[in-house]
C-alpha cells in the first residue's frame, strides 16, 4: 500500500477529503436531496467516486443515503480485499442501515464530520429522516473484521450544511 493507505494520511489529508464530501452534500442539497455527502478514496488517495444522498432523487427512497448507495456502487466494482485499503469520507456518521452497507462491502475505513447524535439533534423528529442514535463504532465492533472510524473531524462545518433545511420538516 502506498504511503496514503488509510492509516498513513495525515489529519490535513482527512480534512481534504472530508470537505469535498461536504461539498457533495451541498451539491446534493442544490438538486432538492437532502445534505448529505460521501466519497471513496482508494489505497493510493485518488478519489474513486462520490455520492450523494437520493431521498429525492430516487423517489423518496428511505434507503437512499450517501453512504449506502456508495458501499453498493462500491461493492459492485470492487473486490473486498482492494476496499479493505479504501476509506469512506462521510459529512455525518453513517447509520446503522449504512454502516451495515459499509461492512459488508468490504471497506476497510470510515471517517466522519457530523456524529449521529448531533444529527438527530438537528433533524427532531422528521419523518424524513427518523435517525437512530446508535455509533457506527458499536455496529462495526459486532462485525468479524476490523474498520476503522476517524471521528467527528470539522464537525462544525459538518452541522453548519444542515442550517435551516430540517426546520419545519418535522412531524
Not at 423528529?125 to 467527528?152: M, W, Y
Amino acid at each position: 500500500m502506498s504511503d496514503l493507505s488509510t492509516t498513513k494520511r495525515s489529519q490535513s489529508n482527512h480534512e481534504q477529503y472530508l470537505r469535498r464530501a461536504f461539498d457533495v452534500a451541498r451539491q446534493s442539497l442544490e438538486r432538492g436531496d437532502h445534505p448529505f455527502g460521501a466519497i471513496l478514496v482508494g489505497p493510493d488517495g485518488e478519489c474513486l467516486h462520490e455520492q450523494g444522498n437520493g431521498f429525492s432523487s430516487e423517489g423518496r427512497d428511505m434507503t437512499a443515503h450517501a453512504e449506502r448507495l456508495l458501499a453498493t456502487w462500491a461493492s459492485k466494482h470492487y473486490s473486498p480485499d482492494f476496499l479493505a485499503g479504501c476509506t469512506l469520507y462521510s459529512s455525518a456518521e453513517p447509520c446503522a442501515m449504512c454502516a451495515g452497507a459499509i461492512y459488508w462491502s468490504g471497506i476497510g475505513c470510515v471517517v466522519f464530520g457530523q456524529t449521529e447524535r448531533s444529527l438527530k439533534a438537528l433533524t427532531g423528529k422528521s419523518p424524513e429522516n427518523p435517525t437512530l442514535d446508535i455509533p457506527c463504532r458499536d455496529i462495526f465492533a459486532k462485525g468479524q473484521r476490523h474498520i476503522e472510524v476517524i471521528g467527528p473531524l470539522l464537525e462544525a462545518e459538518a452541522i453548519a450544511l444542515h442550517a435551516n433545511f430540517w426546520v419545519g420538516r418535522d412531524a
